[in-house]
């Protein structure tokens, strides 16, 4: 009997093993752009910037809230670093953590605000705030140079190296977008990211259990608000050039979007909806139409028969084959 039972038991997954799969597969991913031309590598490091945005955003989606203003986060950091580096010939370093204390401090401010806000009005609220930051940007065109942008950003330079190419960015870009990935896997095995999960799937016993929602929030949207300043102050040094127009309601849509069909409540949601959907707008160009259409149709099929996302298709994958 107990030879039979033993038999018939499901051997156990070992998460380390499924960790070191997604790690190879991550990598030899990673390493197809250095072997192709410059439009691969064009791509590749917009996937990497996404995955990063994309994690600060599942940061705050964790803890029970979804922002419809995350690219305004991303512009104010790209602004105030390229404008406090031009008045103040700040280097990259300088001027990246400039940016991300004024965004932390802006995110906190908002925070404390409308984090006491649920589900829609929380919504509607970081969409108004988003398109406000775009009219602001639009108005001070004496600042910020208005509907024209601000060219000319000069590149990233750390210790003496030059990121002047893509091969060389997409590097930096790729490192970013792997340590943020681990980041935010290793805070959700540990008691805080439980905590944070916690709140989002029941915040009155998360309460009643001694946990603060409100800071619990407010910590959540302040780091992802920073991960998404960093976001935006790389993408201005890699292209060189930013407007009110690069940090509009349909970037955040977008990075709704990637968030939702990677994987809303995994770890590895943002990394596998950014590899997926960043290449998808460079196929459909040529049917902008088509492009929306697709979009709809798979945020339609996904939650309806994969509520868990991509990251999620592996397990279910692996449960029907055992069935």
């Not at 031309?37 to 994309?54: D, I, K, M, R, S």
């Not at 916690?198 to 910590?219: C, D, Y």
């Not at 902008?288 to 309806?304: C, D, E, M, P, S």
Request: overall charge positive; glycine content about 8%; proline content about 4%.
């Amino acid at each position: 009997m107990q030879a039979n039972t033993m038999q018939t038991r499901a051997p156990a997954t070992n998460p380390s093993k499924k960790l070191t799969v997604l790690a190879l597969v991550v990598l030899a991913l990673a390493t197809i752009p250095w072997f192709s031309g410059e439009f691969v590598q064009h791509l590749a490091v917009l996937t990497c910037l996404n995955v990063l945005a994309v994690n600060g955003l599942a940061l705050i989606s964790r803890s029970g809230q979804l922002s419809l203003g995350h690219a305004a986060f991303m512009a104010i950091g790209a602004y105030t670093a390229v404008l406090l580096g031009n008045a103040l010939a700040l280097s990259f370093i300088p001027a990246l953590l400039v940016a991300i204390a004024v965004t932390s401090l802006v995110a906190f401010a908002l925070g404390w605000i409308i984090l006491r806000l649920k589900g829609v009005y929380f919504v509607l609220v970081t969409f108004a705030f988003g398109e406000l930051t775009r009219l602001v940007l639009l108005d001070f065109a004496a600042i910020t140079g208005g509907a024209n942008g601000i060219t000319g950003i000069p590149g990233i330079e750390l210790f003496g190296f030059s990121f002047s190419t893509r091969t060389s960015f997409y590097g930096l870009a790729l490192v970013v977008a792997i340590v943020s990935t681990i980041a935010v896997h290793r805070l959700f095995t540990r008691p805080l990211g439980h905590a944070i999960d916690s709140v989002a799937v029941n915040p009155a016993l998360a309460e009643a259990t001694g946990l603060s929602v409100h800071r619990l929030q407010i910590f959540c949207f302040v780091v992802g608000c920073a991960i998404a300043a960093i976001a935006g102050v790389l993408q201005s040094r890699y292209i060189g050039y930013i407007s009110p127009e690069s940090f509009n309601t349909s970037i955040s849509i977008a990075l709704i979007i990637m968030l939702v069909i990677g994987g809303r409540n995994s770890n590895w949601g943002a990394l596998v909806g950014a590899i997926v959907l960043t290449p998808l707008p460079e196929l459909f160009r040529g049917a902008v139409q088509t492009q929306h259409i697709f979009y709809g149709a798979a945020l339609i099929l996904i939650l309806r028969f994969m509520p868990g996302g991509l990251a999620d298709l592996p397990r279910q994958l692996a449960a029907r084959f055992k069935r």
